[in-house]
């Protein structure tokens, strides 16, 4: 994935946790190759079982792929979809780091963010987070209003 590609919005999916799930099956993909219930249940600090249910319901959702001992893989819908959520992370993400904010709270925030913002919403801070990459100077002037210093 490109790191500057404009996230174009799927239908959505039906829930923040599904969305969530998504997110970890895709990162824990590209990380180690696979996605073990164990390591999903590691991430967002659930249990097994809950991560199964889950699973099960991305795959009646056509978004996973699930066998019992041979673990998940992502359909191309899946594929689609987690893309989305993880572009969409990543700007907000880049959104925020502008401004010297420390990283867990960046990533705190987006990660609540993330799931109330719309495809129109979204695509404005896509242009804004652009032109504000090439305006140092007035990321700067915000910096230092946000220092209170308004001189
Ligand atoms: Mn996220």
């Known amino acids: ?8 919005e799927p239908t ?4 923040i946790a599904m969305e969530d799930y998504l997110e970890q099956i895709s990162e824990l993909i590209e990380l180690k190759g696979y996605a073990r219930v164990i390591d999903i249940a590691e991430r967002l600090t659930i249990s097994q ?13 056509g978004l996973v792929n699930y066998e019992r001992y041979r673990g998940m893989t ?17 700007l907000l993400t880049r959104f925020l780091e502008l401004f010297g904010i420390d990283d867990t709270t960046i990533y705190d925030d987006v990660e609540g963010m993330e799931h109330h913002i719309s495809g ?24 230092k209003k946000l220092k209170g210093d308004h001189n």
């Open 1 to 8: 994935m490109s790191k500057k590609s404009s996230p174009s």
């Open 12 to 15: 959505r999916v039906g829930s």
């Open 49 to 61: 079982a809950s991560v199964t249910n889950m699973v099960k319901k991305l795959g009646a959702e």
């Open 74 to 90: 992502l359909t191309q819908r899946g594929e689609e979809v987690a893309t989305y959520i993880r572009q969409r992370h990543e």
């Open 120 to 143: 129109p919403t979204l695509r404005v801070f896509d242009a804004l987070v652009a032109e504000l990459e090439k305006s140092p100077e007035m990321v700067k002037r915000v910096k």
